[in-house]
């Protein structure tokens, strides 16, 4: 089993104080967020989506790159992919995003999705998000990268089989799809093993998270619908069923890595890093001990 750690869940370390903390927690490799932060918060408490220290720029020299990449092999660790928040259409920053991949030795990428709000039809993005990938595919082709559209709650590619219908046709070399249950709670969900059936050679990457839906108001009158919230839980904690969709992944006879993105902010990021591995060792080695 291989573990891995999307950096975005780290807020609080720096990329060279993630390596030893990962090191420590049994982590195997990295995958590193990647944008552009705002000078106007730089000295905002650290957070997942805003003052994020653990964040590479798009922009990084090749020598910072370099260093990294020495640093994390010196670790025993490797980097796994590069995550950055890309446009669907934007192939020059795509191209850009490979560069950083490539001079980290990284294995994937994520691709830029459409997002859905209604104001604009789903065959229209979804032809939009399909051109734009096998553009993608070329230049990932071109440097030796995979590029991954992940399921993601807000965009055309909530679930397994809509994620498949932007992939589909292309080369599961260069292309694939990053699985996230966590993500598929808040919209998407659909049967696992079904999901993962569906995709086949598509699905290389899992990520591992967990969220459940709370109630904001109650109603007793049957005019005036409840309505209801969806927030972050523990990897334990929330609807995923992970030992569930960790026997669906084996067979499936999944072999790629486990990425925890774990927004709960129920643990430290060390103590979180150290939990999530003894948590896939345990459930993946029950399923084995089962069998």
Same mark, same amino acid.
């Given at each position: 089993?291989?573990?891995?750690?999307?950096?975005?869940?780290?807020?609080?370390?720096?990329?060279?104080?993630?390596?030893?903390?990962?090191?420590?927690?049994?982590?195997?490799?990295? @995958?590193?967020?990647?944008?552009? %932060?705002?000078? /106007?918060?730089?000295?905002?408490?650290?957070?997942?989506? !805003?003052? $994020?220290?653990?964040?590479?720029?798009?922009?990084?020299?090749?020598?910072?790159?370099?260093?990294l990449r020495a640093a994390t092999d010196a670790h025993g660790l490797r980097s796994l992919a590069v995550v950055p928040y890309l446009t669907c259409g934007d192939l020059e920053e795509t191209e850009r995003i490979l560069t950083v991949a490539s001079a980290l030795g990284a294995s994937y990428i994520r691709l830029g999705v459409p997002g859905y709000n209604g104001s604009r039809p789903y065959g229209e993005l979804l032809e939009e998000g399909r051109t734009y990938i096998r553009e993608a595919e070329k230049l990932?082709?071109?440097?030796?990268?995979?590029?991954?559209? @992940?399921?993601?709650?807000?965009? %055309?590619?909530? /679930?397994?089989?809509?994620?498949?219908?932007?992939?589909? !046709?292309? $080369?599961?070399?260069?292309?694939?799809?990053?699985?996230?249950?966590?993500?598929?709670?808040?919209?998407?969900?659909?049967?696992?093993?079904?999901?993962?059936?569906?995709?086949?050679?598509?699905?290389?990457?899992?990520?591992?998270?967990?969220?459940?839906?709370?109630?904001?108001?109650?109603?007793?009158?049957?005019?005036?619908?409840?309505?209801?919230?969806?927030?972050?839980?523990?990897?334990?904690?929330?609807?995923?069923?992970w030992k569930q969709v960790l026997a669906d992944l084996k067979a499936v006879g999944y072999q790629g890595a486990f990425g925890i993105e774990d927004f709960s902010g129920a643990l430290g990021s060390s103590e979180m890093l150290q939990l999530f591995v003894r948590q896939m060792h345990a459930w993946w080695e029950e399923l084995h001990t089962s069998e």
């Open positions: 089993m291989i573990c891995s750690v999307f950096t975005v869940a780290t807020p609080d370390l720096s990329p060279q104080e993630l390596l030893i903390t990962a090191k420590n927690a049994g982590i195997d490799a990295i @995958e590193w967020r990647c944008t552009r %932060i705002s000078d /106007s918060i730089k000295n905002d408490p650290p957070s997942f989506w !805003g003052n $994020n220290r653990c964040t590479l720029d798009p922009e990084s020299s090749p020598e910072l790159l370099a260093d990932a082709r071109r440097y030796g990268i995979k590029g991954l559209v @992940e399921t993601h709650h807000n965009t %055309i590619a909530p /679930s397994a089989s809509l994620a498949h219908r932007l992939v589909e !046709g292309c $080369n599961p070399d260069h292309i694939g799809v990053l699985y996230d249950p966590g993500n598929l709670i808040h919209e998407g969900f659909e049967q696992y093993r079904m999901g993962l059936e569906l995709l086949g050679p598509y699905l290389a990457h899992v990520h591992v998270k967990n969220a459940g839906w709370t109630p904001v108001t109650d109603s007793t009158d049957p005019l005036e619908p409840a309505s209801w919230r969806c927030a972050w839980q523990p990897v334990a904690g929330g609807i995923v069923p």
